[in-house]
């Protein structure tokens, strides 16, 4: 009971950072409200039972990620933004409002035919960190995981002799 | 720490990749301490380590196929030749890059560390059974060569020639992950024996959840490899990119991507082939006229080797469709593919080997066709062994490009399908003209070629045209290699 309160609560917390993010006029703020957006869901994340998603949520979207996000807008220093005249229907709104029209048909077909299922049983363990850490080191996901690793060394050393002045 | 042992034999068998990605970080690190680069221990020691993996490779031959890290590599002879193949490539592209880099005035330690990581990633598409292990390396692969393109970043050319690489590659790596996404919503798996397995069963669950894949699948594959309508980027890129970077992409990444390409087509995919034929059918016929016919308008030899390159991942793509059609393993010519991917590399090396020496004294690439006018009188050596990989790259004997494009036909016909095999006819018929221009030039127009002096390019030139007329004269033991390692991903 209280963990679905927990739930609905934190969603709501997640929607209203969401639509406060687009309607915000100073990107800090808007940049902000993604932070508060991304705690939400993190949370939210816990009540599925889905707790190393949730710290990975919170490590690297709310923390990383932002940061960079802030990093750039105040770097950029970019000013806050006139406010666009509503109701004109201009061919850009009008094209972002049919594509978000579909997407929202879409997302609602499939919520549709998802809820009235019930849900399966989980395992006992499913989603637990140890659970991640047994298939990530200890199964069968072992070479993908090290390989990755190896995937962002390139990643970085590319970006390093791309990018810095004197080599 | 009970399950350290099995992970051991997974290490020792993947001993290729572990000490190409080990030698990657060694360098690495030892290029941000020794500033300068010292040329020598770099070179030597990339050289060293891509020589002694080919050693390890051919200790690993001949030993029955195994798997490793459950599963998400299989060491087999299919993926023994495919190494051998790029570690060749490597080695020569290593070979030419030391003098190259030099004289065009890139001295950067990362070099070496990044082709180092790129062969390394190669190899993991060559051994890799999963599709989540296949997309991990090629885009190790593909980051490592995005940054080797842009390396010379004084030069606009080379910066445009990456970053346009990158964002095409971006995208369609992120095709291809789409791709490998659907396969496994239609099939529950990524690992490609469960795949087939499940195909066998009768196709899994939403077949058009797997064609969507698949077809999602061959985009990706199909941008790796230059093939039309996917090719459109290779000339630019070929053209901007540093030579020894060049002759790395014509070859290695190719022949990854072909292998990583053919054990989708054939280990996974065999039951499903019918679906996928039409397509495969379609795009090596386009890739072979489109490569031949577009080369014939070109005046620069990079460009032209770039055209030549897409059309013969065409020809390449027919031996893929011949032998995924069935019918192919009895006619014993199976190992068509395997066989003319090793001599694609090769010619590719040797022709490569010269175009670096085409270098202007202010250290940028000249490759236009006229440059090479005389070079067959001012030198020979040069010239004739240039000679040599044209010949092969043509088609014609006694090369080993000759018997490989005569085995890669008759595989096609012996496979039913005659149609494609008529359109490649018709493809390298024209690519004799053009692959013999830059003969014209070099024998019978005057001039005073102004050409770069480095011994290991010579080598490279010497070592490639040789193996070319040897393996063309006498084709036998490389021909039942190449089957066997064919035969052991059919099995």
Known sequence: ?????????????????????????????????????????????????????????????????????????????????????????????????????????????????VVHQTPAELPAEYGTIKAIGEALFNGTYLLPFEAVSLLLTVGMIGAVVLAKREL | MGSAPPVLDSVILAAPLMLLALMGVVLMVAAAVFRPMPRLPFWGASCLTVATTLVLVALGSGKPATEAFSGMLRIDAYGNFFAAVVLVSGLFSLLISDSYMERIGVRVGEFYSLVLFALCGMLGMVYSNDLMMTFISLEVMSIAVYVLCAIKRSDDRAVESGFKYFILGAFSSAILLYGVAFVYGATGSTALPAIAHTLREGGGEAAGILALGGALLLVGFGFKVASVPFHMWAPDVYQGAPTAVTALMASGVKAASIAAFGRVVIGAMGDDASNWNGALWWMAAATMLVGNLAALAQNDLKRIFAYSGIAHAGYLMMALSSVAAGGAAENGAIGSLAFYMLAYVLMNAGAFAVLALMTTSEGDDATDIDRLAGLGRSHPFLAAGLSVCLISLAGLPPTMGFIGKFYLFSAAIGAGEVGLAFVGAIGAAAGVYYYLRPMVYMYMREGSPDMAVDGRARLALGLTSALLLIFGLMPSAILQWANASMASVLG
Do not use: K, W
Request: proline fraction near 2%; charged fraction near 10%; hydrophobic fraction near 65%.
């Open chain 1, 1 to 113: 009971m209280i963990e679905s309160v927990l739930f609905y609560l934190f969603s709501l917390v997640a929607i209203v950072a969401g639509v406060s993010v687009i309607t915000q006029r100073s990107p800090i703020a808007s940049a902000l409200s993604l932070v508060v957006c991304f705690f939400a869901l993190a949370a939210d994340y816990v009540m599925l039972d889905a707790h190393f998603v949730a710290v990975v949520q919170v490590l690297v979207y709310a923390g990383a990620i932002m940061v960079l996000f802030i990093f750039v807008i105040m770097l950029l220093n970019i000013r806050e933004t006139e406010p666009a005249a509503m109701g004109q229907l201009t061919a850009r709104s009008g094209g972002a409002l049919l594509i978000s029209g579909l997407l929202g048909v879409a997302l609602i077909a499939v919520l549709d035919s």
